[in-house]
């Protein structure tokens, strides 16, 4: 009796010390400045793009914090060419209207967002790939990384990034199929119309003799 009354006093002060030290860190947790988006990973993972096409996509950015903070968004490009990411078009919207709008280069940054803590919010980005671009951006990729950047009063930061990659085609520079040609296809549906058309008749013909015999 006295060893099982040792053991559960034992038991009872090793529960009382963890859960010390479980709200003793989730308390300082809570007190970080902590930025959080959604999707984790990747925003933009779009092959063979297309001149005229384009991409909307959201993010949601959390302050799971208790202290408010400021945050930005940048972007910066990354990979072997710079070609198709100078000619990307981007458009950054909130709630209540257009916060960027034009090349994907000439972003920067956003102003500073004040997003208090436990709220969120959420910005819609669109990735345009503009019509007049020929044939030599084909088999192009264009790789890049948004960055969001929070601050709070006291200078603590908190960064994540999500990734975006667009590929116009052919799977490596200078090679894959070329860009969508303006060139009709009517030939080829006639042709293929008139193969129809003979198979049937040839098919009612065959018919009309077995059900003759």
């Known amino acids: 009796m006295k060893i099982r009354g040792i053991v559960t006093s034992l038991l009872f ?6 859960m010390g030290i479980a709200t003793h860190s989730t308390v300082s947790a809570e007190g970080e400045i902590t930025i959080e988006i959604l999707p984790e990973e990747v925003l933009f993972n779009i092959d063979n793009m297309k001149p005229g096409d384009w991409a909307p996509r959201s993010v949601v950015i959390q302050n799971n914090g208790s202290l408010d903070f400021a945050y930005d968004v940048s ?16 458009e950054i919207k909130d709630s209540e209207g257009v916060l960027f709008n034009g090349t994907l280069k000439d972003f920067q940054a956003l102003s500073p967002r004040i997003l208090k803590s436990s709220n969120e919010e959420t910005l819609d980005f669109t990735i345009r ?17 948004l960055f969001f950047t929070a601050e709070g009063e006291n200078n603590e930061r908190d960064e994540q990034y999500i990734a975006g990659v667009i590929s116009s085609g052919g799977g490596s520079i200078g090679g894959g199929s070329p860009l969508p040609e303006t060139a009709t296809s009517i030939f080829s549906f006639i042709l293929i119309g008139i193969v129809i058309m003979l198979s049937g008749g040839i098919l009612l013909l065959f018919t009309r003799k077995k059900t003759a015999e």
């Open 75 to 90: 972007a910066k490009p990354s990979g072997d060419t710079l070609k198709l990411y100078n000619e990307l078009l981007l």
């Open 13 to 18: 002060g090793i529960s009382i010390i963890y």
């Open 129 to 145: 790939f503009p019509e007049h671009l020929g044939n030599d951006f084909q088999g192009l990729d264009a790789n890049f990384s």
